[in-house]
């Protein structure tokens, strides 16, 4: 696992704008539907350039890596616009939406049930749902790919919002099974990672 504190970039975390299921109140986290499908609402759009416009920091130099997921990489592309960044998104399957396992495509109430579970410590989750450990290690995954390759660059990461909050639990010295007392990260909110 990387060590965050040592780390040589300045991160920035962003999840993606609303997209179609979250108007739809379902659950998407396969790459199965989620990857070609369920893209952002006209609504999502205008939240990620508006969430841009109102966070200092990122310029024309970031980079941008994203899920591979459609909102996400809507969500990315809206942002690189922005900037003006004149190089490629990277998409990174490490950035992926957690996998919620039997609820793919249930309402998203059931989101509750696995963050109940999550609180309890439940090891291995019930309903074929990726544990938080395996998410958190998806991240640091990508991080380690990245400080490979840069020094001293903002990078900013678009992802989802379990995978966004894990991660913000583990920069709190938390388990990550405390992802949900986090202070919510809401659709296209951008927050500087570590400070």
């Avoid at 962003?14 to 179609?20: K, N, V």
């Avoid at 108007?23 to 893209?39: D, M, Q, W």
């Avoid at 909050?165 to 709190?172: D, E, G, R």
Wanted: aromatic letters at 10%; proline letters at 4%; hydrophobic letters at 40%.
């Amino acid at each position: 696992m990387v060590d965050f504190q040592g780390v040589k970039n300045k991160y920035y975390i962003m999840r993606h704008g609303q997209s179609l299921a979250n108007a739809e109140k379902v659950i998407v986290s396969s790459p199965k539907n989620g990857v070609r499908g369920y893209g952002l609402t006209k609504q999502g759009k205008i939240q990620a350039a508006y969430a841009l416009a109102h966070f200092p920091g990122l310029d024309r130099d970031t980079i941008i890596y994203a899920s591979d997921f459609l909102r996400t990489r809507q969500t990315a592309a809206i942002v690189g616009e922005n900037l003006k960044i004149g190089r490629d998104i990277v998409l990174s399957k490490f950035l992926r939406e957690r996998f919620f396992g039997d609820w793919e495509l249930t309402v998203d109430d059931n989101y509750k049930k696995v963050w109940a579970d999550d609180a309890k410590k439940i090891s291995p989750p019930k309903h074929n749902v990726e544990p938080v450990e395996s998410v958190l290690n998806r991240i640091f995954s990508c991080i380690s790919d990245i400080e490979d390759k840069y020094r001293k660059k903002n990078i900013l990461l678009v992802s989802h919002g379990d995978t966004l909050q894990i991660f913000l639990a583990f920069l709190k010295g938390w388990p990550p099974s405390r992802h949900r007392e986090v202070n919510h990260l809401e659709v296209a909110q951008i927050r500087r990672a570590g400070s």
